[in-house]
DNA sequence: GTTTAACCCTGCACGC
DNA sequence: TGCGTGCAGGGTTAAA
C-alpha cells in the first residue's frame, strides 16, 4: 500500500531556510504598502489585529533591518522599533513576487517593497499568523516567551538537556515535539531524530542511559542541521517551498517519516506506525528500542 | 506533573 | 457522474 501523500508543514529546518532567504532577498527593502486580501480568512491570520487597516498601517512606511527566528517563529525586525512577528502554522508560507504575476490562491497578505517586488504570504489551511508588536513588548507575547532552547544554539549543551531529560517523566516523542521543552521539532523531524537515535516513540525521559542521551542529543542536532542542509522537507507538489517557491530535498533523506511498510534503510524491517494523540507517528521497530 | 481532547480550516476519500 | 459528508492533519492550549 503506498504511502498517502500528505501536505507539507512548516518545522525548524523549513523556517530556518526561509530566514536565510528572507535576510537576502528583503532585510533593507522597505515597505511601500501592504495588502491584507478582501477574503474572510484573511483576518484570520492577523486575527490579533481588529481591522486591515490598523495591521497595514503599522508596516507602512518601515525598512526591514533584520530577520530573527525563535522556534517556528520569524521575527522581521523594522526600523522604528517594531516587530513584524510570523508563524507558518501547518501550511504557511511566503513567496517573492511581483505586480505582473497573479497571485495564487490562499494568499491573504502582500508585502510590496519600495524598491519593486513584493513578498506574498500563502496560507491554505490559514492556521498560521501573522502580527506586529514592538520590540519592548516582545516579552510580552506569551507564545514567544515560553519557546524553550533551540537544538542549534550553542548554548544548547548535552550536559543541559541530560538533566531537563531526567527531570521530566515522559514519553521521547512528547517530549521532543513540545516547544517548552525544545523549539523547533514537529512530526516530521521527532521521528526522524528518534530513528537516528535508535530510541523508541514511547521510551520515558527519565529512563535513557548516558549513552542513549549523549546519542539523543547529536541526533538532535545532526538531523536539523542536515534537513536545513538539504533546504527542508517536502512531501508533494502542495507542499513546502522556499522563498523563490522551490521545494526542498530531505524527503528523500527520510528514513522513517511516512514510509509505513517499507523497508527500514538500516535493517530492511518494515516501518511501523502508531497514532499517538491523533498523530501518526512512525519507527522501525527492530532499530528503535 | 503529564496526557488527552478540541479547536482552527481545506482538501481529499468515500458513499449514495 | 456528481454531490454531500466525514475526517485527517499539526500546533497550541485548556481541561482532565
Redesign the pocket.
Known amino acids: 500500500m503506498p504511502a498517502?501523500?500528505?501536505?507539507g508543514?512548516?518545522?525548524l529546518p523549513e523556517v530556518e531556510v526561509v530566514r536565510r532567504d528572507l535576510e537576502k532577498e528583503v532585510v533593507g527593502r522597505r515597505i511601500r504598502d501592504v495588502d491584507v486580501r478582501p477574503q474572510r480568512?484573511a483576518m484570520?491570520i492577523i486575527r490579533r489585529h481588529a481591522r486591515r487597516k490598523e495591521f497595514a498601517d503599522l508596516l507602512a512606511g518601515r525598512k526591514i533591518m533584520k530577520v530573527d527566528r525563535k522556534?517556528?517563529?520569524l521575527l522581521l525586525f523594522l526600523d522604528q522599533g517594531e516587530v513584524l512577528v510570523v508563524?507558518f502554522?501547518?501550511s504557511g508560507q511566503f513567496l517573492r513576487g511581483t505586480k505582473r504575476q497573479a497571485l495564487s490562491?490562499?494568499t491573504h497578505v502582500v508585502i510590496e517593497f519600495q524598491q519593486g517586488g513584493d513578498l506574498r504570504y500563502i496560507d491554505?489551511?490559514?492556521?498560521g499568523e501573522m502580527f506586529v508588536t514592538s520590540v519592548d513588548d516582545l516579552g510580552k507575547v506569551?507564545?514567544l516567551d515560553?519557546i524553550a532552547i533551540d537544538p542549534l544554539e550553542d548554548t544548547f549543551t548535552w550536559q543541559e538537556f541530560s538533566g531537563e531529560l531526567s527531570?521530566?517523566?515522559?514519553?521521547l516523542k512528547?517530549?521532543l515535539?513540545d516547544?517548552k521543552f525544545v523549539s523547533g521539532l514537529?512530526?516530521?523531524y521527532s521521528d526522524e531524530v528518534l530513528f537516528a537515535a535508535g530510541l523508541r516513540y514511547d521510551r520515558?525521559?527519565d529512563t535513557l542511559s548516558s549513552q542513549e542521551v549523549r546519542r539523543l542529543y547529536r541526533a538532535m542536532r545532526e538531523v536539523v542541521q542536515d534537513a536545513i542542509r538539504f533546504r527542508g522537507t517536502t512531501l508533494s507538489d502542495?507542499a513546502y517551498v522556499d522563498v523563490f517557491g522551490k521545494p526542498g530535498e530531505f524527503q528523500s533523506e527520510l528514513k522513517v517519516y511516512g514510509r509505513l511498510g517499507m523497508a527500514c534503510r538500516r535493517c530492511r524491517t518494515p516501518i511501523a506506525s502508531v497514532k499517538?494523540?491523533?498523530?501518526?507517528s512512525y519507527y522501525c521497530p527492530q532499530c528503535q528500542s
Open positions: 498517502k501523500v500528505q501536505e508543514w512548516v518545522e480568512n484570520r522556534g517556528k517563529y508563524h502554522g501547518m490562491p490562499h491554505p489551511r490559514t492556521f506569551s507564545e515560553h527531570k521530566r517523566g515522559a514519553k512528547a517530549l515535539m516547544q514537529g512530526n516530521i520515558m525521559s502542495e499517538l494523540n491523533g498523530r501518526t
